[in-house]
């Protein structure tokens, strides 16, 4: 069946540092692929999304890939800050109306 | 502004109470769900329904059930709360479609005495 396997945290950076948070997936035909994020406190709300392979998604100065040929979808920032601190799901939607979760990766940013 | 509203930010109730949850999207989308989140756990499915009393199973539906009488509002019950299901509650709503997001309520955070 689909899933979704997320980079275990938590993760604690620096800030201005280099951020990677890790996601593959496995699923049967085309899925779509997300990453949510989850501040303390709050739902979730969709930082980004990719629909096709290839496709780039971004918002809020991170990027994730859609990369068929090694099932992945991973997270990247440029340069964190503190307000960057929260939990980050990867989430993948095939087919059926389900969404399918990692497990969450907590990352803190520190001054 | 889309808006998923859940009926309670934190809610503390005893062993073997019946215990609601109510979830309210103004978005008119037809799927609605029901998660619960646990550290290193994730978010695991409980139920989803994709239709006006239409529901189906999750993951973890085993002392849960659920209600869908109007399109908007989507309730899970708690037959008779255990102390194991003290955890965090998110509903969430999403039109049809692959591609398409899902948008989450603030969470319910829910402990049983």
């Known amino acids: 069946g689909d899933s979704v396997t997320q980079m275990e945290g938590p993760v604690t950076l620096s800030e201005e540092a280099f951020l990677t948070i890790n996601c593959t997936y496995t699923?049967?035909?085309?899925?779509?692929l997300f990453w949510y994020v989850q501040y303390p406190g709050e739902g979730l709300q969709l930082l980004l999304k990719a629909t096709k392979a290839d496709d780039k998604g971004s918002n809020k100065g991170f990027e994730a890939t859609y990369r068929k040929e090694t099932t992945s979808f991973h997270l990247e920032k440029g340069s964190v800050q503190v307000s960057d601190s929260a939990v980050y799901f990867c989430?993948?939607?095939?087919?059926?109306?389900?969404?399918?979760f990692g497990t969450g990766t907590s990352l803190t940013v520190i001054p | 502004d889309v808006k998923v509203t859940q009926s309670s930010r934190y809610l503390v109730k005893r062993t073997g109470e019946k215990v609601f949850l109510e979830c309210v999207q103004d978005?008119?989308?037809?799927?609605m769900f029901w998660y619960r989140q646990d550290p290193g756990l994730g978010l695991r499915l409980i139920y989803f329904?994709?239709?006006?009393?239409?529901?189906e199973k999750g993951d973890i539906p085993e002392g849960y059930s659920v209600s869908r009488e109007k399109k908007e509002r989507f309730s899970l019950i708690l037959e008779s709360a255990s102390t194991n299901q003290t955890s965090m509650y998110l509903c969430a709503s999403r039109p049809p479609g692959r591609s398409t997001e899902a948008f989450f309520g603030q969470g319910t955070r829910l402990t049983v005495v």
């Open positions: 699923a049967t035909g085309y899925p779509s």
């Open positions: 329904s994709y239709d006006v009393k239409m529901k």
């Open positions: 978005m008119d989308h037809e799927n």
């Open positions: 989430a993948l939607s095939g087919t059926g109306n389900q969404f399918y």
